[in-house]
Protein backbone atom coordinates (compact mmCIF):
# COMPACT_ATOMS: atom_id res chain seq x y z
CA UNK A 1 0.00 0.00 0.00
CA UNK A 2 1.72 3.44 -1.40
CA UNK A 3 -0.38 5.40 0.70
CA UNK A 4 -2.09 6.98 -2.11
CA UNK A 5 -5.70 6.82 -2.24
CA UNK A 6 -7.69 7.18 -5.50
CA UNK A 7 -12.08 7.21 -6.31
CA UNK A 8 -13.68 5.26 -7.71
CA UNK A 9 -11.98 2.33 -8.85
CA UNK A 10 -14.10 1.67 -11.82
CA UNK A 11 -15.99 4.40 -13.82
CA UNK A 12 -18.34 3.60 -16.52
CA UNK A 13 -19.88 6.46 -18.17
CA UNK A 14 -21.52 7.74 -21.85
CA UNK A 15 -19.46 9.78 -24.77
CA UNK A 16 -20.20 13.31 -24.15
CA UNK A 17 -20.58 12.81 -20.41
CA UNK A 18 -18.47 14.33 -17.38
CA UNK A 19 -16.26 13.03 -14.75
CA UNK A 20 -14.05 13.41 -11.61
CA UNK A 21 -11.23 11.14 -10.47
CA UNK A 22 -10.34 11.80 -6.95
CA UNK A 23 -6.92 11.36 -5.26
CA UNK A 24 -5.83 11.97 -2.17
CA UNK A 25 -2.08 12.07 -1.34
CA UNK A 26 0.45 10.15 1.04
CA UNK A 27 0.00 12.43 4.80
CA UNK A 28 2.89 15.36 4.01
CA UNK A 29 3.16 14.74 0.51
CA UNK A 30 2.63 18.44 -1.08
CA UNK A 31 3.44 17.29 -5.15
CA UNK A 32 0.32 15.39 -7.04
CA UNK A 33 0.86 14.19 -10.65
CA UNK A 34 -1.79 12.50 -12.88
CA UNK A 35 -1.13 10.05 -15.28
CA UNK A 36 -3.30 8.69 -18.07
CA UNK A 37 -2.50 4.66 -19.38
CA UNK A 38 -3.88 3.02 -22.58
CA UNK A 39 -2.61 0.40 -24.68
CA UNK A 40 -1.58 2.41 -27.41
CA UNK A 41 -0.42 5.51 -26.00
CA UNK A 42 1.38 4.00 -22.78
CA UNK A 43 1.69 5.65 -19.64
CA UNK A 44 1.51 9.98 -20.16
CA UNK A 45 2.33 12.17 -17.86
CA UNK A 46 -0.48 14.56 -17.70
CA UNK A 47 -0.34 17.26 -15.06
CA UNK A 48 1.08 17.99 -11.47
CA UNK A 49 0.13 20.32 -8.51
CA UNK A 50 2.42 21.31 -5.78
CA UNK A 51 0.90 22.98 -2.76
CA UNK A 52 -1.91 23.70 -4.55
CA UNK A 53 -0.61 25.51 -7.92
CA UNK A 54 -0.11 24.09 -11.44
CA UNK A 55 3.56 23.44 -11.40
CA UNK A 56 4.31 20.88 -14.75
CA UNK A 57 2.06 20.49 -17.95
CA UNK A 58 2.27 17.23 -20.34
CA UNK A 59 -0.47 15.94 -22.68
CA UNK A 60 -3.43 16.78 -21.15
CA UNK A 61 -6.63 17.86 -23.47
CA UNK A 62 -8.02 21.22 -22.86
CA UNK A 63 -11.35 18.77 -22.24
CA UNK A 64 -9.28 17.67 -19.07
CA UNK A 65 -8.57 19.65 -16.05
CA UNK A 66 -7.67 19.62 -12.72
CA UNK A 67 -6.89 21.45 -9.60
CA UNK A 68 -5.27 20.95 -5.97
CA UNK A 69 -7.06 21.92 -2.87
CA UNK A 70 -5.80 23.20 0.47
CA UNK A 71 -6.41 19.67 2.22
CA UNK A 72 -3.97 18.36 -0.69
CA UNK A 73 -5.96 16.11 -2.05
CA UNK A 74 -6.97 16.66 -6.20
CA UNK A 75 -9.52 16.33 -8.69
CA UNK A 76 -8.96 15.90 -11.78
CA UNK A 77 -12.30 16.15 -14.83
CA UNK A 78 -12.49 14.75 -17.40
CA UNK A 79 -15.36 16.68 -19.72
CA UNK A 80 -16.96 15.90 -23.50
CA UNK A 81 -15.83 12.63 -23.21
CA UNK A 82 -14.31 10.46 -26.18
CA UNK A 83 -14.06 6.37 -26.27
CA UNK A 84 -10.98 6.96 -26.78
CA UNK A 85 -10.84 8.51 -23.32
CA UNK A 86 -10.91 4.87 -21.79
CA UNK A 87 -8.14 3.94 -19.48
CA UNK A 88 -6.74 3.80 -16.36
CA UNK A 89 -5.58 6.98 -14.77
CA UNK A 90 -3.17 7.30 -12.00
CA UNK A 91 -2.83 9.46 -9.22
CA UNK A 92 1.03 9.99 -8.11
CA UNK A 93 2.41 12.06 -5.19
CA UNK A 94 5.69 13.16 -3.79
CA UNK A 95 7.40 14.99 -0.97
CA UNK A 96 8.79 17.49 -3.92
CA UNK A 97 9.43 21.05 -2.84
CA UNK A 98 8.33 22.63 -5.96
CA UNK A 99 11.50 23.92 -7.59
CA UNK A 100 14.76 22.18 -9.22
CA UNK A 101 15.78 18.49 -8.36
CA UNK A 102 13.87 15.98 -10.05
CA UNK A 103 15.20 12.51 -8.37
CA UNK A 104 12.06 12.59 -6.14
CA UNK A 105 10.11 9.08 -5.87
CA UNK A 106 6.62 9.25 -6.70
CA UNK A 107 3.99 6.98 -5.07
CA UNK A 108 1.23 5.42 -7.10
CA UNK A 109 -2.05 5.34 -5.84
CA UNK A 110 -4.25 1.88 -7.26
CA UNK A 111 -5.93 3.98 -10.45
CA UNK A 112 -9.76 4.91 -11.38
CA UNK A 113 -10.49 2.60 -14.94
CA UNK A 114 -12.87 4.72 -16.83
CA UNK A 115 -14.57 2.68 -19.42
CA UNK A 116 -16.96 5.10 -21.65
CA UNK A 117 -18.93 3.78 -23.98
CA UNK B 1 13.93 16.66 -25.41
CA UNK B 2 13.91 13.27 -22.92
CA UNK B 3 12.81 10.27 -24.48
CA UNK B 4 13.24 6.39 -23.09
CA UNK B 5 13.31 3.24 -25.37
CA UNK B 6 12.75 -0.15 -24.09
CA UNK B 7 13.66 -3.09 -26.21
CA UNK B 8 11.11 -5.85 -26.10
CA UNK B 9 7.65 -5.54 -25.19
CA UNK B 10 7.77 -8.76 -24.08
CA UNK B 11 10.38 -10.63 -21.84
CA UNK B 12 10.29 -14.36 -20.85
CA UNK B 13 13.21 -16.29 -18.97
CA UNK B 14 13.17 -19.55 -16.95
CA UNK B 15 12.56 -19.28 -13.32
CA UNK B 16 16.14 -19.15 -11.44
CA UNK B 17 17.59 -17.70 -14.96
CA UNK B 18 19.13 -13.98 -14.89
CA UNK B 19 16.54 -10.95 -15.74
CA UNK B 20 17.52 -8.46 -18.17
CA UNK B 21 15.52 -5.59 -18.91
CA UNK B 22 17.10 -2.94 -21.43
CA UNK B 23 16.52 0.73 -21.53
CA UNK B 24 18.07 3.09 -23.21
CA UNK B 25 17.76 7.17 -22.64
CA UNK B 26 17.96 10.03 -24.33
CA UNK B 27 18.05 12.93 -22.90
CA UNK B 28 20.36 16.48 -23.33
CA UNK B 29 21.49 16.92 -19.64
CA UNK B 30 21.78 14.81 -17.04
CA UNK B 31 18.96 12.72 -16.30
CA UNK B 32 17.15 11.02 -13.13
CA UNK B 33 16.34 7.26 -14.10
CA UNK B 34 13.64 4.94 -12.56
CA UNK B 35 12.24 1.81 -13.27
CA UNK B 36 9.06 1.43 -11.91
CA UNK B 37 7.41 -2.46 -11.28
CA UNK B 38 3.35 -2.76 -12.48
CA UNK B 39 1.66 -5.77 -10.76
CA UNK B 40 -1.48 -6.76 -12.18
CA UNK B 41 -4.51 -4.73 -11.87
CA UNK B 42 -1.67 -1.96 -9.31
CA UNK B 43 -0.34 1.05 -9.46
CA UNK B 44 3.56 1.74 -10.48
CA UNK B 45 6.03 0.94 -7.64
CA UNK B 46 9.21 2.03 -7.67
CA UNK B 47 12.24 -0.28 -7.55
CA UNK B 48 14.95 1.81 -8.02
CA UNK B 49 16.24 5.28 -9.24
CA UNK B 50 19.57 6.93 -10.18
CA UNK B 51 20.29 10.56 -9.18
CA UNK B 52 24.17 11.11 -9.85
CA UNK B 53 25.20 9.18 -6.56
CA UNK B 54 26.31 6.16 -7.64
CA UNK B 55 26.33 4.01 -10.98
CA UNK B 56 25.14 0.61 -10.00
CA UNK B 57 21.98 1.14 -8.09
CA UNK B 58 20.57 -1.57 -5.85
CA UNK B 59 16.61 -1.67 -5.41
CA UNK B 60 14.00 -3.73 -4.19
CA UNK B 61 13.18 -7.39 -4.52
CA UNK B 62 17.25 -8.17 -5.50
CA UNK B 63 16.96 -6.11 -8.76
CA UNK B 64 19.66 -3.53 -9.91
CA UNK B 65 20.52 -1.33 -12.89
CA UNK B 66 23.32 0.13 -13.85
CA UNK B 67 23.74 3.17 -15.23
CA UNK B 68 26.44 3.78 -18.07
CA UNK B 69 26.34 6.87 -19.72
CA UNK B 70 28.60 6.01 -22.73
CA UNK B 71 25.89 3.85 -23.98
CA UNK B 72 22.93 5.93 -22.34
CA UNK B 73 21.71 2.98 -20.67
CA UNK B 74 19.83 2.31 -17.80
CA UNK B 75 19.40 -2.00 -17.49
CA UNK B 76 17.35 -3.31 -15.25
CA UNK B 77 18.93 -7.40 -13.92
CA UNK B 78 18.40 -9.85 -11.15
CA UNK B 79 20.63 -12.72 -11.10
CA UNK B 80 17.49 -15.36 -10.13
CA UNK B 81 14.39 -14.94 -11.42
CA UNK B 82 11.57 -15.91 -9.26
CA UNK B 83 8.07 -16.70 -10.33
CA UNK B 84 6.37 -13.45 -8.22
CA UNK B 85 8.61 -11.40 -10.59
CA UNK B 86 6.19 -11.38 -13.10
CA UNK B 87 5.10 -8.29 -13.82
CA UNK B 88 5.13 -4.86 -16.14
CA UNK B 89 8.49 -3.26 -15.93
CA UNK B 90 8.43 0.14 -16.60
CA UNK B 91 11.66 2.75 -16.94
CA UNK B 92 11.10 6.52 -16.46
CA UNK B 93 13.41 9.32 -17.32
CA UNK B 94 12.93 13.30 -15.84
CA UNK B 95 15.45 16.13 -15.95
CA UNK B 96 13.27 18.32 -13.66
CA UNK B 97 10.26 17.82 -11.14
CA UNK B 98 7.19 16.54 -12.71
CA UNK B 99 7.48 16.00 -16.33
CA UNK B 100 8.55 12.12 -16.38
CA UNK B 101 8.75 10.14 -19.36
CA UNK B 102 7.90 6.66 -18.92
CA UNK B 103 9.12 3.65 -21.58
CA UNK B 104 6.33 1.50 -23.27
CA UNK B 105 6.92 -1.00 -20.74
CA UNK B 106 8.51 -4.66 -20.76
CA UNK B 107 6.33 -7.42 -19.71
CA UNK B 108 8.24 -10.38 -17.80
CA UNK B 109 7.32 -13.26 -17.94
CA UNK B 110 8.56 -16.09 -15.71
CA UNK B 111 8.41 -19.96 -17.26
CA UNK B 112 8.55 -22.69 -14.62
Known amino acids: DSGVTQTPKHLITATGQRVTLRCSPR?????VYWYQQSLDQGLQFLIQ???????AKGNILERFSAQQFPDLHSELNLSSLELGDSALYFC????????????????FGPGTRLLVL | AQSVTQLGSHVSVSEGALVLLRCNYSSSVPPYLFWYVQYPNQGLQLLLK??????LVKGINGFEAEFKKSETSFHLTKPSAHMSDAAEYFC??????????FGKGTRLHILP
Open chain 1, 49 to 55: YYNGEER
Open chain 2, 50 to 55: YTSAAT
Open chain 1, 27 to 31: SGDLS
Open chain 2, 92 to 101: AVTIRQGKII
Open chain 1, 92 to 107: ASSVATGGGGGGETQY
